[in-house]
């Protein structure tokens, strides 16, 4: 098992940076199941006579083995059976370069995720203010218009959004949002898994299968309880995120801002 943890952030950034498919076979990847390989294993890590022999062979010199440029997403399976296996030096030098020509979009992609969902957490926190009455409605339109910026980059790595009673969004009309915030997630193909382990104050305990769940509950402080817990939760970020900025960029034409101009491209 990786020693290595991933955020929700880097996982989607690596999956859409190899356009969902597997490094090694080019096969389709299910989001809530793939791996992440480390090319070179990390296990080098704690053999270093090794990790330099290896070097040396490859011609290589100072290399991050947790870096971007070592790791690959990939099968489960495929993972599992490569395990410790340094493979033959051309196949490693045509992965690492496969890895190495994605480093630049991996990063672009980790920065425009954390906007993504920085702008989605932002878009709760001023319904909030604006139902408490800590802002006005005029203040709350010039922050969306102040950081509307890049919307369009951001919305281009939502993953399809697939709900546990085989609803498939891919084109969300506006006055669906509110019916797709209390539909039980879909995630992938765990079949067997119907919502998401979180875990508060206290070690308090809660148990969440839609949008609105997990918004409340992540608003109340809550976060998932375990690894397997944390990649469940990307596909609540993905989906959660792309609804709270459709549904601020419905304001308008609810005249809840009428001098507010939509956030979303048309």
């Known amino acids: 098992m990786s020693k290595q943890q991933f955020s929700v952030i880097e996982r989607e950034a690596i999956f859409v940076a190899y356009g969902k498919k597997c490094a090694y076979t080019r096969e389709p990847l299910d989001f809530g199941t793939f791996h992440i ?65 994605k480093i630049t979009t991996i990063e672009n992609n980790i920065a425009l995720i954390a906007a993504r969902n920085a702008k989605g957490k932002a878009l709760i926190l001023l319904q909030r203010c604006l139902d408490n009455g800590q802002l006005t409605v005029k203040e709350v339109a010039a922050l969306l218009d102040k950081y509307q910026d890049n919307t369009e980059e951001i919305f281009n790595l939502i993953v399809n959004m697939r709900f546990a009673d085989t609803t498939e969004v891919s084109v969300i009309s506006k006055s669906d949002i509110e019916g797709l915030k209390d539909l039980p997630m879909k995630f992938g193909r765990n079949d067997h898994i119907d919502g998401l382990n979180l875990v508060g104050k ?3 305990r809660r148990y969440v299968r839609t949008c609105r769940q997990y918004i409340d509950a992540v608003m109340a402080g809550f976060c998932p ?41 048309t």
């Open 37 to 101: 390989d480390h090319i070179l294993p990390e296990s080098l890590s704690d053999d270093p006579v090794r990790f330099e022999e290896i070097k040396a062979q490859l011609n290589i010199g100072e290399f991050n083995l947790s870096g971007f440029g070592n790791l690959v997403p990939c099968k489960p399976e495929i993972n599992l059976q490569k395990g410790h296996l340094v493979l033959e030096p051309a196949h490693v030098h045509y992965f690492l370069g496969i890895a190495a020509s």
């Open 225 to 265: 309880a375990c690894g397997f817990d944390i990649k469940i939760a990307a596909y609540f970020e993905h989906y959660c995120g792309l609804l709270v900025a459709l549904e601020a960029a419905t304001i308008p034409t609810q005249a809840i801002f009428p001098h507010h101009t939509s956030v979303l491209p």
């Open 202 to 204: 206290n070690e308090v």
